[in-house]
């Protein structure tokens, strides 16, 4: 996304309002009432920096509501004759110029708006701001301000405010860079402003008015004004900055840490769109780095010196800390603290913003880095409260090995202790990659943490095999239980990066060398054994050895909780009624025990079950708790995976739009994960008939068979099944999903067993139906009904549609074409169809036109029209007369756009329509 668009959505809401040119320090193509534009000044308008950028603000501005309440006031004073002067104060970046640049949206019909800019020159222009005004005012202004005599400016200001046929608000940006002369003109309207129709707004950055500064007389003069009202807009709240960041992300196709761009911009307007136009919250962008710069070059060297000292230091410096930096000359700070760089307070100082920190940072040589952050290594060691993450983070900056290796193991187990699991594996990192020279255990030690942390924040499978394997081949030799330890976990992770050969050796090796040494590390390494039978469809393999593990385990939650996990999956594909209560079981002992990762498995487990037995409504639940679980604990592969089994609930429920962001994560992941991601996503897209479904279900089951697990390739051979059915070339042979079906029918689950059966009968080949009351066994029996009324209560639209199309009742089956056409089910839609057409039907409903498949709501062209003219606020009278069309045409549209939203009233279907971004109202005047 452009720079530009991105800018407009930080007021305009989640998606991004329809943009018009931008213009900075000009006033030209202003927005006004009506939709018009006025081009008051005669130069050629040119772009600069994006936090500036003029846009059209539909209804509301993002946060900002009360101060735009304000300015409206304030312009309807003036319509009543009554002036008032606004005062928008505020750092830079803050938004002052964007409250200005929606003061159209909010003015009264016969209100006018005028602009005007100072600018940061070297020398201010005279009267700049009143300047940009020519042509716009009436002649008499327009020839003084010409001229530039200040006695005539006046007179001619006071006759066209004095003799104005409209109210007025006049606003001056950044008038902290004003000349005297403006500053004049100015307290002469400030001294009449009561008894002239116009609202006087001026915007200032507070952050750069010292003591003398020529602004000082305006304002004193201002606040003995009965007519005044003071704006300080805030920063963007967490909740805005991650709402801007889906809607960048969404725009770029690309994911952003919305936290970690709120933590970097501290919410302020401008830098939040910097980073998110640049993409990366991790670097800084140019155009910040060059504001920031120009303040660095403000100060002399003594405190740019001082001030590069405390920059190291990334977060507030406590007063000892600066007192300990800069022992000599503390006053040097006042400088930075006067440009708006830094804000001193008893406690200590900080930087206004992050990304002005680290433009001063990069700002320094690596070996002026280096010293500064050894001379805050040194002050922070000599404290007895030593924090030793910020130890480990200058003595890295400061390249003091010595440091590193003595607290980088202990920062990471506090960070482990914590659930930063994030922080732990760079704590780790940062030690292993000095290639420290230390015993076999102890180095072990580091390489297993770190695979084993890599694990939990999903990192990249190779990175976290390597780690493990290194930990492993450290341990031979040593102590077997450690050893043992070692490979068991090597069996998990080879498991996650896709070697089930590996996964296998390892376990049994693992079992063999703890089988006399602890019955508690045995019963873990048992347990992982029979997570490996379960998932394979050894289901009397692994309930006997998961019982035993349970018997050895039992006294040990997390080995309990993973046990029972694997025991209710064996069960479960058994239809063994304790199935679910066992899986219950397994979670409950892991939340308990505070077991994330545990306590996630088993929710993995509970919602694809529930999923499978079509109680969607528990598994929703289940799928909100968990995620956010799995969040908090910074459970990142879970939170991953998890996000998978919320792909599959709204796979269930033909909410379509939901799969692939819900999957896309997991695309990234580990062969497991992205093997399901694919089969999810890939299925959604064959209902759409969308390009690219048949490639991503091929190279799912080219993930599935090397897996070697029953429950993913009978995915993966259902859903291709289902290609092949809805009449796609799928490259995998017959054959190959009979034997498929073959296995499931044996010995699969029940939802296997039926879906993969009745999509290859449907495709034409023969099966035998399974013995199940599953939906989809039903209907491959020829019980449609009942299998349509089973997915009807559950929630499961396009399956019921697949049910009812089955009946032999003419009217049934165009029942079920309707439902497939608002589902927007082109393929199976197209089978009905001939099916209709073939039994002699001559009135066959032709469906949906391209336009309207397009449209996530199914809405038609004017449909949408219609709901973009809603959100304006119109009523069906004025929604005629812009579309040209009669008022009972519009209230049919209105009805028809209310049903296909599932909204009651038009407020809920504007809402749901900004959900599936259907903004942005056309101009058609």
Not at 894 to 912: F, N, P
Request: aromatic residues 4%; glycine residues 8%.
């Amino acid at each position: 996304m452009p720079p530009s668009e991105l800018f407009l959505t930080l007021y305009g809401g989640c998606r991004p309002p329809s943009i018009r040119t931008g213009y900075r320090n000009r006033a030209a193509a202003l927005p006004m009432p009506g939709g018009r534009r006025r081009t008051p000044g005669r130069r050629t308008p040119h772009v600069t920096r994006s936090s500036a950028r003029i846009q059209e603000v539909d209804r509301v501005i993002l946060e900002r509501e009360d101060e735009l309440a304000t300015l409206a006031d304030a312009a309807r004073d003036a319509a009543h004759g009554t002036g008032t002067v606004v005062l928008i104060s505020g750092e830079a970046g803050i938004g002052k110029s964007s409250l200005v640049e929606a003061i159209g949206g909010v003015l009264p019909p016969q209100a006018r708006l005028l602009v005007g800019y100072c600018d940061d020159l070297a020398t201010p222009r005279v009267l700049g701001p009143l300047r940009d005004l020519i042509g716009s005012v009436g002649p008499q202004l327009s020839q003084a301000l010409e001229q530039g005599d200040r006695g005539e400016v006046l007179e001619a200001l006071r006759t066209e405010c004095e003799q104005a046929e409209r109210p007025m608000v006049l606003v001056v940006e950044d008038v902290h860079w004003a000349d005297e002369a403006t500053l004049d003109v100015l307290r002469y309207l400030v001294r009449r402003i009561a008894r002239w129709p116009l609202a006087l707004v001026l915007t200032y950055r507070d952050d750069e008015l010292g003591s003398g500064h020529r602004l000082r007389p305006l304002l004193g003069l201002i606040a003995g004004v009965d007519r005044v009202r003071r704006l300080c807009p805030a920063r963007l709240t967490l909740p805005a900055v991650r709402c801007l960041t889906a809607a960048a992300a969404a725009g770029r196709g690309t994911r952003l840490d919305a936290d970690g761009v709120y933590t970097v911009t501290c919410g302020n307007p401008y830098f939040v769109a910097e980073v998110l136009a640049a993409g990366d919250a991790a670097g800084v962008p140019l155009t910040i780095a060059d504001a920031v710069q120009a303040r660095l070059a403000r100060l002399d060297p003594v405190a740019l010196e001082v001030l590069q000292r405390l920059a190291v230091v990334p977060s507030a410096v406590p007063r000892w800390l600066v007192k300990a930096l800069i022992p000599d000359n503390p006053t040097a700070l006042a400088a930075a603290e006067q440009r708006g760089l830094i804000t001193v307070t008893l406690s200590g100082v900080s930087f206004r913003h992050e990304l002005a920190r680290r433009v001063v940072v990069e700002s320094m040589s690596t070996m002026h880095r280096m010293a500064a952050n050894h001379a805050v290594l040194a002050a922070i060691l000599t404290r007895p409260d030593i924090e030793v993450a910020r130890v480990v983070h200058h003595a890295a900056q400061a390249g003091d090995t010595d440091a590193l290796l003595r607290y980088g193991p202990i920062a990471a187990r506090e960070a482990i202790a914590a659930g930063a699991h994030r922080a732990a594996a760079v704590h780790l990192l940062q030690v292993l990659d000095l290639h420290p020279v230390l015993d076999p255990p102890d180095e072990a030690d580091l390489w297993q943490a770190l695979a084993i942390e890599n694990h939990t924040i999903d990192a990249p499978p190779g990175d976290t095999l390597a780690a493990q394997q290194r930990a492993v081949g450290l341990r031979r030799g040593g102590d077997p239980r450690a050893l043992g330890t070692s490979l068991r976990w090597l069996s998990r992770i080879c498991w996650w990066a896709g070697d089930p050969d590996g996964a296998a050796a390892a376990a049994a090796e693992a079992i063999t060398v703890l089988e006399h040494c602890d019955d508690g590390l045995l019963a873990m390494a048992l347990s992982n054994q029979a997570q490996l039978y379960a998932l394979a469809g050894r289901d009397t393999e692994a309930i006997v050895v998961a019982r035993r593990a349970i018997a050895l385990g039992r006294n040990t939650p997390a080995t309990l909780s993973h046990a029972l996990n694997n025991l209710a999956l064996a069960l479960y594909r058994r239809d063994d009624p304790s199935a679910t209560a066992t899986m219950q079981e397994s979670l409950r002992v892991a939340l308990t025990a505070g077991e994330p990762e545990h306590a996630c498995r088993a929710y993995v487990n509970l919602i694809g079950c529930e999923v499978e037995r079509l109680r969607l409504d528990i598994a929703g639940r289940f799928a909100a708790e968990a995620i956010e679980f799995a969040e908090r604990a910074e459970f990142m592969m879970f939170a991953s995976y998890l996000q998978c089994a919320v792909g599959q609930l709204r796979l269930v429920t033909a909410d379509w739009d939901d799969v692939l962001p819900a999957v896309r994560n997991a695309l990234d992941g580990a062969p497991p994960a992205r093997c399901a991601a694919l089969i999810l996503a890939g299925r959604a897209r064959l209902r759409r008939g969308e390009a690219g479904a048949v490639e991503m279900l091929r190279e799912a089951w080219q993930l599935a068979l090397p897996l070697r697990e029953r429950q993913r390739i009978a995915a993966a051979a259902a859903a291709l099944a289902e290609a092949a059915a809805l009449g796609h070339d799928t490259g995998v042979g017959a054959n190959e999903l009979l034997e498929v079906y073959e296995l499931a029918r044996d010995s699969g689950k029940p939802l296997e067993r039926a879906d993969l059966g009745y999509w290859l009968s449907r495709a034409g080949h023969k099966t035998d139906p399974a013995k199940a009351d599953h939906p989809y066994a039903l209907l491959a029996a020829g019980r449609w009904r009942k299998a349509a009324e089973i997915w009807h209560a559950a929630g499961c639209r396009y399956e019921h549609a697949l049910a009812q199309a089955d009946s032999p009742q003419i009217g049934d089956q165009l029942a079920a074409l309707a439902k497939l056409d608002a589902l927007g089910a082109q393929p199976l839609a197209r089978l009905v169809r001939a099916g209709l057409k073939r039994s002699g039907v001559t009135r066959i409903p032709r469906g949906p036109v391209p336009a309207t498949r397009a449209n996530p709501a199914g809405l038609t062209e004017r449909q949408t029209q219609v709901v973009q003219l809603l959100a304006q606020g119109l009523t069906n009278a004025q929604i005629a007369g812009r579309l040209v069309l009669s008022v009972r045409t519009v209230e049919s549209h209105v009805a028809a756009v209310l049903e296909k939203l599932g909204s009651r009233t038009r407020e809920q279907a504007v809402a749901r329509a900004a959900e599936l971004g259907l903004g942005a109202a056309p101009e058609m005047m």
